[in-house]
């Protein structure tokens, strides 16, 4: 089989040997279905330890369902979601969010990929009027679509405002060991410690098969929150293969190192690509992403080599993604490609 190479997305990234081994080793007997196994008990005990004792974490299958089992739990119809305009829920979900929550999505611009409280401030001036939808969760994603990270402290701002308006913070985690690698800080100092309410935590990104999970860290949120995955199609039968996956991910520190390992890609590849002045990057690389525009000539012989995403065809805007198994040789071996892209 040819070797192929994608620098499109880190969900084309194979399973982490120590995940797939983790599987196996838990395909052995019979196993208690629907999560009362003893390997989905140690899964809600580690994200305990990272989040801290009072969160309650539900695995789910996909970063959709999290997202969308979050939202429809926390609203109701008449509510309305703010979110950046770039948000995931906004353009990657094919409208579940809206179908299943029947919320209004407000998207804010957010060129960098991040809204901010006097953004949101005008929305609440309708509260208490029949007429308009009532604003009722903000929804950030951490890392950002555009690659970018809030900041412990802009979360924070973000929470205490979210407090004083009686809203409710969740966050879209789908590449949240990126995040926590990025800004060198724990999962519990940047999630749980600013005030975040809910998050749909990621693993496919990070070396899982599949298998995402809502942590809510307000335990009163959680109620009944068990009645919400089953109707929302997220309850798996077989939890123990979902659980295996967590275990491996949150021992010893692996969502760290892989997070790590491709958010230094990520760099070195932009290290690389400021020698090329037909390049121009157009977001800070902060975790595993790289934004550039690129002459659209060069993108047609690229895309010949390789397989990748063009983010905004009317900028030649290109996104290019590292993940835990990019190797230093791969990195190499492209910006030699897109040199000789620009050269022909």
């Known amino acids: 089989m040819q070797k192929f190479k994608s620098f499109a997305s880190d969900n084309n990234a194979p399973v982490h040997e120590s995940v797939m081994r983790a599987i196996l080793e838990v395909n052995q007997g019979d196993a208690i279905a629907y999560g009362d196994d003893v390997h989905t008990l140690k ?3 580690l994200f305990k330890e990272q989040f801290g004792p009072q969160a309650k974490a539900f695995l789910v299958f996909n970063g959709t369902g999290a997202n969308v089992s979050a939202l429809s739990h926390l609203s109701r119809p008449f509510n309305a979601i703010v979110c950046a305009d770039k948000a995931h829920i906004q353009h990657d979900e094919c409208g579940a969010p809206e ?11 957010a060129p960098d990929g991040k809204i901010r409280t006097g953004q949101i401030k005008p929305l609440l001036h309708s509260t208490g009027f029949q007429h308009h939808a009532q604003t009722r969760i903000i929804s ?3 890392a950002t679509e555009l690659g970018t990270v809030y900041t412990t402290e802009e979360i924070t701002e973000i929470a205490q405002f979210a407090r004083e308006n009686q809203l409710i913070l969740h966050m879209d985690g789908a590449r949240i060991a ?24 990621g693993g496919t990104k990070n070396g899982m098969m599949l ?41 010893n520190d692996l969502w760290l190192q892989n997070a790590r390992h491709a958010n230094r890609m990520a760099s070195l590849l932009s290290e690389k690509l400021s020698a090329l002045p037909q390049v121009q990057i157009t977001q800070p690389v902060q ?8 002459p659209k000539p060069a993108i047609e012989k690229l895309k010949r080599k390789y397989f990748f995403y063009v983010w905004d065809e009317g900028r030649s805007e290109v996104r290019w993604m590292t993940a835990f198994n990019t190797t230093e040789e791969d990195i190499e071996a492209f910006v030699k490609a897109i040199r000789e892209a620009l050269e022909d």
């Open 140 to 142: 950030i994603t951490q």
């Open 178 to 201: 990126n995040a926590a690698a990025s800004l060198g800080v724990s999962m519990r100092e940047m999630v749980t410690d600013t005030g975040v309410d809910v998050l749909s935590f």
């Open 43 to 45: 899964t809600e005990q």
């Open 99 to 109: 179908k299943f929550t029947g919320c209004k999505l407000h998207a804010l611009p």
């Open 287 to 294: 975790t595993n992403g790289v934004f550039a525009i690129v």
């Open 211 to 251: 298998g995402e999970a809502v942590v809510f860290l307000e335990p009163e949120l959680a109620e009944d929150f068990m009645y919400t995955r089953k109707q929302s199609m997220q309850l798996a039968s077989k939890m123990r293969y979902l659980s295996a996956q967590f275990n491996a991910l949150l021992s």
